[in-house]
C-alpha cells in the first residue's frame, strides 16, 4: 500500500471565529449598560401586574359594597314585609296584610 502525506497540514495558524466574537470578551465601559434592556423590561412588567392588580381590588371592593347595598336593601324589604303582614294570628291583622299587600301590588 502507497501512503502519500497529506498534502496540506490539518492544522492551520490562521484564527477562524466570528467577527462580534473578540468584541465580547473586550472588557469596557458598555458592560453595565447591558442590563439596561433587560431591567427596564422588568420594571414595565412589575408596573404593570401592580396596576393590574389595584384595578382587580378596586373592581372587587366595589362589587362587595354594591353586595352590602343589596343585602341591606333586601332586608329593609324584608323586615318591612314582616311587619306589614304580621304574625297572622287574628282576623285584624290578616286583613290588613292584604290591603297593604293589594297597595304594594298597585303600586309596582
Same mark, same amino acid.
Given at each position: 500500500?502507497n501512503?502519500q502525506?497529506?498534502?496540506?497540514?490539518?492544522?492551520?495558524?490562521?484564527?477562524?471565529?466570528? *467577527?462580534?466574537?473578540?468584541? #465580547? *470578551?473586550?472588557?469596557?465601559?458598555?458592560r453595565?449598560?447591558?442590563?439596561?434592556?433587560?431591567?427596564?423590561g !422588568?420594571?414595565?412588567?412589575?408596573?404593570?401586574?401592580? *396596576?393590574? @392588580? =389595584?384595578?382587580?381590588?378596586?373592581?372587587?371592593?366595589?362589587?362587595?359594597?354594591? #353586595?352590602?347595598?343589596?343585602? !341591606? =336593601?333586601?332586608?329593609?324589604?324584608?323586615?318591612?314585609?314582616a311587619?306589614?303582614?304580621?304574625? @297572622?294570628?287574628? !282576623?285584624?291583622? !290578616?286583613? @290588613?296584610? #292584604? @290591603?297593604?299587600?293589594?297597595?304594594?301590588?298597585?303600586?309596582?
Amino acid at each position: 500500500m502507497n501512503k502519500q502525506p497529506p498534502a496540506r497540514p490539518f492544522s492551520t495558524s490562521a484564527r477562524v471565529h466570528p *467577527s462580534f466574537l473578540p468584541y #465580547m *470578551s473586550n472588557p469596557s465601559r458598555s458592560r453595565g449598560l447591558k442590563w439596561i434592556p433587560p431591567l427596564a423590561g !422588568l420594571v414595565a412588567v412589575g408596573y404593570g401586574v401592580a *396596576s393590574y @392588580r =389595584e384595578v382587580q381590588i378596586e373592581k372587587h371592593l366595589a362589587r362587595q359594597a354594591a #353586595m352590602e347595598r343589596e343585602d !341591606l =336593601e333586601q332586608r329593609r324589604k324584608y323586615t318591612v314585609l314582616a311587619d306589614a303582614y304580621g304574625d @297572622r294570628t287574628n !282576623l285584624e291583622e !290578616l286583613e @290588613r296584610a #292584604m @290591603r297593604v299587600y293589594e297597595a304594594q301590588q298597585g303600586n309596582e
